[in-house]
């Protein structure tokens, strides 16, 4: 199971690193950028390309990313489900294109019809490269960014993309964008065009270490065509954009198709030269997991990155799999792992004890779940940066305890010791142990037992429902409630359309709900529209938990304003340390593969990017494959 939240996807924008929306430091840092460029007044200069510490692996002139094949032949169709989702994207049903504001369900695919600044690489956890800017002007204290347009960039109309189009774009999206963007442009303090093709951004002393990387991955619409449109309304007319794509047949809820921009006016850019390879893009959309993999198997859609531990297992045993017209591979992505558990609301008096919380977690039995359900594919989930170099680990350096030390009242005593993992259990599903231990800590924090019945402090049943819009997850939840009513607390699921559970979590109107939460290798202020005060009480946005911590807020400050990597990773295991401490969720499991599978007419290049499967953004539609299996594009 993985449903990925994001703040932005398609290519230019990050993954989940950037920006900020307050805490000021008392020294701002120096956003040093080192590497090839133009130097104009001391500390000022010109770039082709932006990351977070100035760092970037390819120089002004490269003509395409090495993990691409440049001659890759355009045409056929690629056709997949949504698995990530920005904005207000829906993962079961879209019924607006418009999904960069909070109402409505969006489509999928809509990113690709827009253009960004800039792109990224695969290659690099945190680059940028020209794509609608060819450059961009930097000033001595970093607050200036002044982005020089390519002439010949078009919208779909013909008409010319300016940067009053840049301009009006990223005021919008501040002013009535989705609450993640409102959020996360915070300290975006002007934005205006001089002339036709340069925008000049400006930051505030707040700016954190990776706003101007959120800028420059940010939609750009056309002002013309939003002069006469509600932008905040949901819409089923496609907006016009300059992408490589645009939005072809749809049904509303049942699949959208992209088709591809044959005169594109970007094709040749660097930063897309072996991308945007197939002719259509369709997006299929299943109410019901099974029955969208019967779908996959009948080749309804033709890629199909798999999620379902028993359906890898034991699913493949089909005519076309067998016959070697459907193909299927494991793949390391070397991608950052998403954050996937239950999500308990604190913004509920039944969650607000960390004792109660705790008594929960010990009742999902991971090991028993992961052993039945899950044919031992998964490892346990225990960190927020979970395998990398940002995940907190034995004792607390003397750096990380410098961090800490000015909470150290208000925070748990484990923060300073080992950081919280889960236990392992006895694998029986029903540990006895951990139960017992759960019971304890439940008595601790004031319930009661009377029979079967656990009450709550306040003398209320405990009472706790799952929410979700699929039962997928309903065999691993089973075996979990049952061990909740085992202690008493009398735990279901409510499983609604997709609609209206956007609309619940909009609303915060829930008692636990699960997701996976888009990682990052390089972490920056968008942590606070995951884990910050301010986005707990935002309605729509991804601090799902309700965290409102004191700490947790002056850490992100940090880890958003760090100068270089050390410093980012001694202030993200701090974090950490206090996010695992606060037991704010119940951590999944997770796999640093991923699973792909696919009827065999496509191709790929010969070298796969460093933090990515490449799948399928850089593969392309092979017409000799299709013929051999008896399939058309």
């Given at each position: ?294 779908g996959f198997k009948a080749g309804t859609y033709n890629f199909n990155e798999d999620y379902t531990a028993r359906i890898w297992a034991t699913g493949y045993d089909f005519p076309a799999f067998r016959q070697g017209r459907v193909k299927r591979e494991t793949v390391e992505s070397g991608a950052a792992i998403p954050t996937q558990g239950w999500h308990f609301n604190l913004r509920r008096e039944t969650f607000a004890d ?280």
């Amino acid at each position: 199971m993985s449903r990925r939240l994001h703040p932005f996807t398609r290519r230019g924008l990050i993954q989940a690193g950037a920006a900020l929306a307050g805490g000021v430091l008392a020294a701002r840092p120096v956003f040093g950028q080192t590497g090839a460029g133009g130097m104009a007044e001391a500390g000022e200069m010109t770039r082709h390309g932006l990351s977070s510490f100035g760092d970037l692996l390819y120089p002004a002139d490269f003509k395409h990313f090495a993990y691409v094949n440049p001659q890759a032949p355009k045409g056929g169709s690629l056709s997949l489900q949504i698995k990530q989702a920005v904005g207000n994207q829906a993962f079961d049903t879209f019924n607006t294109l418009n999904v960069y504001v909070l109402k409505g369900d969006g489509a999928a695919g809509v990113p690709d019809t827009f253009d960004t600044l800039m792109a990224s690489s695969q290659d690099e956890p945190d680059a940028l490269y020209g794509l609608l800017a060819h450059s961009v002007h930097i000033s001595a204290d970093k607050r200036t960014y002044s982005f020089v347009l390519r002439r010949e960039a078009r919208f779909h109309d013909g008409t010319p993309v300016t940067a009053h189009d840049v301009a009006f774009s990223m005021t919008v999206l501040k002013e009535k964008g989705h609450p993640t963007f409102r959020s996360l442009l915070t300290e975006l303090e002007e934005v205006k065009a001089e002339g036709d093709y340069m925008v000049v951004v400006r930051l505030s002393v707040r700016r954190n270490r990776d706003l101007h990387l959120l800028i420059a991955g940010l939609p750009v619409f056309s002002r013309t065509y939003w002069e006469k449109r509600d932008f905040e309304a949901a819409t089923l007319e496609a907006p016009l954009g300059s992408g490589p794509y645009r939005v072809g047949r749809f049904e509303p809820g049942r699949f959208i198709e992209l088709q591809r921009v044959a005169d594109y006016w970007g094709r040749d850019l660097p930063v897309n030269v072996g991308h945007n390879n197939f002719d259509r893009i369709r997006y299929d959309y299943f109410r019901d997991r099974e029955v969208a993999f019967e779908g996959f198997k009948a080749g309804t859609y033709n890629f199909n990155e798999d999620y379902t531990a028993r359906i890898w297992a034991t699913g493949y045993d089909f005519p076309a799999f067998r016959q070697g017209r459907v193909k299927r591979e494991t793949v390391e992505s070397g991608a950052a792992i998403p954050t996937q558990g239950w999500h308990f609301n604190l913004r509920r008096e039944t969650f607000a004890d960390p004792r109660i919380r705790e008594a929960l977690g010990l009742a999902f039995d991971f090991e028993w779940t992961n052993a039945n359900i899950m044919f031992s594919s998964y490892k346990r989930l225990t960190s927020y940066f979970q395998n990398s170099d940002n995940m907190a680990r034995g004792l607390p350096s003397p750096e990380e305890i410098a961090l800490l030390e000015p909470f150290r009242d208000k925070l748990p005593a484990d923060v300073f010791g080992e950081p919280f993992t889960p236990p392992v259990s006895d694998g029986s599903g029903s540990d006895r142990n951990l139960l017992r231990r759960a019971d304890q800590l439940l008595r601790d924090a004031g319930c009661k037992r009377e029979g079967n019945v656990l009450r709550l402090p306040n003398g209320k049943p405990f009472e706790i429902e799952f929410l979700d819009f699929t039962p997928s997850l309903q065999p691993h939840t089973q075996p979990f409630q049952a061990n909740l009513k085992r202690l008493g607390i009398n735990a279901r699921s409510r499983i609604v359309d997709a609609s209206q559970y956007s609309r619940r979590l909009n609303d915060f109107d829930f008692d636990i709900v699960s997701g996976a939460l888009g990682g990052s290798l390089t972490p920056g202020d968008s942590l606070r529209v995951v884990y910050g005060t301010d986005a707990a009480r935002t309605s729509g946005s991804r601090n799902l938990s309700g965290i409102a911590n004191p700490a947790v807020d002056h850490l992100i400050d940090i880890i958003g304003n760090a100068e270089n990597r050390d410093d980012l990773t001694v202030a993200s295991k701090a974090l950490d340390r206090v996010l695992r401490a606060g037991r704010y969720w119940i951590p999944m499991w997770y796999r640093s593969e991923r699973w792909l599978a696919y009827w065999d007419v496509f191709s790929r290049p010969e070298t796969r990017p460093k933090h990515s499967t490449g799948a399928p953004d850089t593969w392309w539609y092979d017409e000799e494959k299709a013929k051999r299996i008896g399939l058309k594009g």
